[in-house]
């Protein structure tokens, strides 16, 4: 089982760029590294996938070193409504989805 | 636009009790799945589907059971309640390992 490990809490101030980093030194070769983001009283939402170097999209970025046993959720300019718990998932199939604590994120005015 | 709903936003019930929560989607997902969400743990897998009829166990399946007689359609059922399954519960679904699409959650009470 591919489990992850985050740390529980950070919190950043407004307009700054914030990483996350999430430790799973038990991946495997085919398993995916995945972000969710979830705000109070509603379910999980993605954010980001990939499997080796940077991936970017409109909301966040995903780097994953050559070794793949950590990643980083990089978050540009923070704002308020950026406040959320995110998850950092490996996924290799339906039978190895290890959800975790999370980082609660508050960004600060 | 992708849609998972759940039976209940908020549900309350006795000790002993039978509870059903159902979890409907609309994506022709093959694969959906239960957690539940308590401060401090996180969200953990209780069961998961990858077909009509089949089921896998989670990480914490005592005390559940599950049913999915139709694709969309994804039932989890508390035999017996217990106030320790007060919880919240969230069903998601997933095409292959793509994106999990959760619904809403269900908060329920067991008294």
């Known amino acids: 089982l591919a489990k992850t490990t985050q740390p529980i809490s950070m919190d950043s101030y407004e307009g700054q760029e914030v990483n996350i980093t999430c430790s799973h030194n038990?991946?495997?070769?085919?398993?995916?590294i995945t972000w969710y983001q979830q705000f109070p009283s509603q379910g999980p939402r993605f954010i980001i996938q990939?499997?080796?170097t940077k991936v970017t999209n409109e909301v966040a970025s995903l780097f994953i070193p050559a070794d793949r046993k950590s990643s980083t959720l990089s978050l540009p300019r923070v704002s308020l409504s950026d406040t959320a718990v995110y998850y950092c998932?490996?996924?290799?199939?339906?039978?190895?989805?290890?959800f975790g604590t999370g980082t609660r994120l508050t960004v600060i005015p | 636009d992708v849609k998972v709903t759940q039976s209940s936003r908020y549900l309350v019930k006795r000790t002993g009790e039978k509870v059903f929560l159902e979890c409907v989607q609309d994506m022709d997902h093959e694969n959906m799945f239960w957690y539940r969400q308590d401060p401090g743990l996180g969200l953990r897998l209780i069961y998961f589907?990858?077909?009509?009829?089949?089921?896998e166990k989670g990480d914490i399946p005592e005390g559940y059971s599950v049913s999915r007689e139709k694709k969309e359609r994804f039932s989890l059922i508390l035999e017996s309640a217990s106030t320790n399954q007060t919880s919240m519960y969230l069903c998601a679904s997933t095409l292959g390992i793509g994106t999990q699409y959760f619904g809403p959650g269900t908060r329920l009470t067991v008294l």
């Open positions: 990939g499997y080796k």
């Open positions: 998932l490996v996924v290799g199939g339906a039978n190895n989805l290890f």
């Open positions: 589907s990858y077909d009509v009829k089949m089921k």
């Open positions: 038990n991946i495997a070769t085919n398993d995916y």
